[in-house]
Structure formats: structure tokens, C-alpha cells
């Protein structure tokens, strides 16, 4: 017998004998991608979780309630949002947007355009007969994903997706 008959000899021999190659019994990690988002919308974690993973999270990511609070409170855009109150979210008919004296000394502008058209529905300066609170009605608008923008007197904006239902 040639090589190659005693190959396919002993191929046939072990598939009708019902040899298997079993697996090694490696554990296979279970997990998957998260994403978390705030009540405005805003994604505020994308990473993998694992959960039995030796050492946590697989993702290079760590969540922010992970994170120390000195890295939250370094960024001066989420300070400024701290002053800021804006409710209901998501909003069915008047929107409410109040901030306290502290912001009112950085706002110059509010104003909010609807996100898929780009086209402002309302802008308004920050007075001081404004009384640091603009109301909005947004009965008459469509439903979906507005942006809320505070342009501020150093000349940076910042911004929220506001839902309307």
C-alpha cells in the first residue's frame, strides 16, 4: 500500500470508529459592546465589557464612574454644563432652560436648531432681563433630535441634543 491509501485508510478507519478531536476546554470570554447614553441622548460611554475576563475590561476603555474625579472635573465644558439646567428631557411642549449667576457671567447666546436641517428655531441673547431662565415652546415643532447651543462670551460653543417627542 502507497502513502496515500494508508491516509484515506486511516481517515475512513477513525470517521467510522467516531474518533473527535474535543476542545481543549479554554474558556471563551463573554461580553460585548456597551454604549450609555445620558437623558439628553449624548453617548457617554462606547467600550466592550467582559465579564469574565481576568483582568475586567477588554476594551482599553474604562467606564467613568471608573475614572478618578479629578480627570471629570478637569474639563471646563462639563463644569459650565453643571450650571446649567434644562428640562424636561425628552420635552413634549415647553422646554425649559435656567442656569446659575456663575454661567450667566459666561453666556452670551442660547439658541437651538432642529439637527437634521441645520435651521435655527430659536436664538436668543442673554439679557439681563432674562432672569438667567428661557422657556421654549416647542409645541408646533416635529418630533426628533434638536441642538441646544450656549455661545459664550470667550467665543467657544457648547452643545446638547434635546428630544422632542
Known amino acids: ?8 485508510t486511516l481517515g475512513l478507519c477513525c470517521g467510522l470508529l467516531g474518533a473527535q478531536i474535543k476542545p481543549t476546554g479554554i474558556p471563551q470570554p463573554t461580553g460585548g459592546n456597551v454604549f450609555r447614553y445620558d437623558d439628553a441622548g449624548n453617548q457617554v460611554f462606547r467600550g466592550y465589557v467582559c465579564s469574565n475576563c481576568p483582568m475586567g ?22 463644569d459650565l454644563w453643571s450650571e446649567i439646567q434644562v428640562y424636561p428631557v425628552p420635552v ?7 442656569w446659575t449667576d456663575l ?24 439679557l ?4 438667567r431662565q428661557v422657556q ?12 441646544l ?17
Open 128 to 131: 439681563p432681563n432674562l432672569n
Open 1 to 8: 500500500m502507497g502513502k496515500r491509501q494508508l491516509l484515506l
Open 149 to 165: 447651543t450656549f455661545q459664550l462670551k470667550d467665543g467657544r460653543t457648547i452643545s446638547r441634543n434635546i428630544i422632542k417627542l
Open 103 to 126: 454661567a450667566d457671567q459666561l453666556i452670551d447666546e442660547v439658541g437651538m436648531y432642529e439637527q437634521n436641517t441645520v435651521h435655527w428655531k430659536f436664538q436668543q441673547k442673554n
Open 57 to 78: 475590561n477588554k476594551g482599553g476603555e474604562t467606564e467613568p464612574s471608573a475614572q478618578p474625579e479629578a480627570t471629570a472635573s478637569s474639563n471646563p465644558d462639563e
Open 92 to 98: 413634549r411642549d415647553i422646554l425649559t432652560i435656567a
Open 136 to 147: 421654549v415652546d416647542m409645541t408646533h415643532y416635529y418630533m426628533g433630535v434638536y441642538v
